[in-house]
């Protein structure tokens, strides 16, 4: 036979069957060329097709069908972690807004660094409704898309925050009694710096009206306020916030913004009829020895929350990964229906026939 001659055995083994290129009779797959993107998907836990798709590599079927469905337990996760964290995402992103508007409303990121709060509370809740929303919107779209990758990042996200819960607890734990020391000064900071800073005004209002009292130790501590000490020159001068007075409203529909004006220049007797006179240092302390159980248990709620969503997404991302497998290795359990593959011959077995 001569040499540019195709002989007929190469296309036909020896019991006469004419040997199949693949297995769809065609040499190119639904999925060009799998094996970068399928090598990068098994580094990161990935799939690079959603379920249903035509990408035989990664998700599809051994014929190229949709892939097998979540069993009914599983499914039952996936959807819990979804309304969950949907939730969550609804919450911290109203967060979000709420503390995106008090910035802008306030510009308090051009403010003062050098302030007694050189930290905004608005721009913590920020970058907490931030923090929160990123991880829930991650579990909430990885459980619905089946995606391992979100579900990857929901889990690690979760393991950091319980992290640093966990820190800031055995900080509290450590350091309460200095802690509980230190509110005094802080107290006395606040008083100092009342008009200065509006969130701290607001915060120091709404505890002299909870605990019902008035300065740190005594209502005359407010003579360390420059524009309330007696020697001002200024209108408020000898006058007490509207949040000491006993009935700031006076019946009315509105505070009486007045009605501490001249208290600290009235005797006792006469004070006590329109002020508080005890600070909120001791009433402080009191509320916080009686609540530290509440906040215990809040706490504690927090915790289990964030662990039963973690265990989840693990159980999860199991299943995923469990389905993954199966697909890929259809005659691992000896079930599969496929048809063995005939392999292709080689050179050796190619010069044999031409011989013979």
Not at 21 to 29: A, R
Not at 233 to 249: F, H, K, T, Y
Not at 309 to 323: D, G, I, N, P, Y
Request: hydrophobic share 40%; charged share 15%.
């Amino acid at each position: 036979m001569e040499e540019g001659e195709r002989s007929p055995l190469l296309s036909q083994d020896t019991a006469g069957q004419t040997l199949p290129l693949s297995m769809n009779g065609s040499s190119t797959s639904s999925c060009p060329d799998p094996a970068p993107q399928e090598d990068q998907a098994k580094a990161w836990g990935c799939g690079c097709c959603p379920p249903g798709a035509k990408c035989q590599a990664t998700m599809g079927g051994p014929w190229g069908g949709p892939a097998p469905s979540l069993p009914s337990g599983s499914s039952c996760i996936k959807y819990l972690i979804f309304l969950s964290n949907f939730l969550f995402s609804l919450l911290a992103l109203l967060a979000l807004a709420i503390g995106l508007w008090g910035l802008a409303v306030k510009g308090s990121l051009g403010s003062d660094w050098g302030a007694p709060l050189p930290v905004d509370p608005m721009l913590g809740l920020t970058l907490g409704g931030l923090a929160v929303s990123a991880v829930s919107l991650a579990g909430c779209l990885g459980a619905l898309c089946e995606n391992t990758c979100l579900l990857h990042g929901f889990s690690g996200g979760i393991l950091a925050f319980l992290v640093l819960e966990a820190v800031a607890g055995a900080l509290v734990v450590a350091l309460w009694g200095p802690l509980q020391d230190s509110l005094e000064h802080t107290l006395r900071v606040a008083i100092t710096h009342y008009q200065d800073e509006p969130d701290l005004r607001f915060l120091l209002d709404q505890v002299q009206l909870g605990l019902r009292c008035c300065g740190v130790v005594s209502y005359q501590d407010w003579q360390q306020n420059l524009y309330f000490n007696c020697s001002s020159p200024g209108v408020q001068a000898c006058s007490l916030p509207a949040s000491c007075c006993i009935d700031p409203r006076e019946d009315g529909a509105s505070v009486n913004d007045q009605c501490g004006f001249g208290a600290l220049g009235l005797d006792v007797d006469a004070a006590q009829r329109v002020v508080y006179l005890e600070g909120c240092g001791p009433p402080l302390r009191r509320w916080l020895h009686g609540n530290i159980s509440a906040v215990g248990v809040y706490v504690i709620l927090v915790v289990v929350v964030q662990g039963v969503e973690l265990l989840l997404a693990a159980q999860l991302v199991r299943a995923l990964v469990a389905r993954k497998d199966s697909v890929e290795d259809p005659g691992a359990d000896g079930e599969s229906g496929a048809l063995p593959r005939i392999p292709e011959p080689d050179a050796r077995t190619s010069a044999k026939l031409i011989q013979g």
